[in-house]
């Protein structure tokens, strides 16, 4: 089970840093990505790392923005969330996989329900 955390109402220009946690495994042998979903969008991936092979990924759009990082003592992933804008906006997920890495980081099955991010102009 994954649960997101750290969702938040925030001015522009703001940071948050969502958090991830996982119960009934260990992050340590799982991908996890990040995603979003604004209203009437569909899902948008953001970022993924992955622990079994020690790397990272950032779509064009969150790079210099967005920094994914991980805890393996709290089995926790982080997203780093700086100079929010508007358009963040949405609802925030992340998703684990033990068998797909972050170059199919959408086929990830392993949700969670999300975390609220609103962004205030």
């Known amino acids: 089970q994954l649960v997101e955390s750290g969702g938040g109402l925030v001015q522009a220009g703001g940071s948050l840093r969502l958090s991830c946690v996982a119960s009934?495994?260990?992050?340590?042998?799982?991908?996890v990505g990040w995603f979003r979903e604004a209203p009437g969008k569909g899902i948008e991936g953001l970022s993924c790392?992955?622990?079994?092979?020690?790397?990272?990924f950032y779509e064009d759009f969150v790079k210099g923005r967005f920094t994914v990082s991980s805890d393996n003592a709290k089995n926790r992933v982080y997203l780093q969330m700086n100079g929010l804008k508007p358009e963040d906006t949405a609802v925030y997920y992340c998703?684990?996989?033990?068998?797909?890495?972050?170059?199919?980081?959408?086929?990830?099955?392993?949700w969670g329900q999300g975390t609220q991010v609103t962004v205030s102009s």
């Open positions: 998703a684990a996989s033990s068998v797909t890495g972050c170059n199919n980081y959408y086929l990830f099955s392993n």
């Open positions: 009934g495994f260990s992050f340590e042998d799982y991908a």
């Open positions: 790392i992955n622990h079994r092979e020690g790397d990272t």
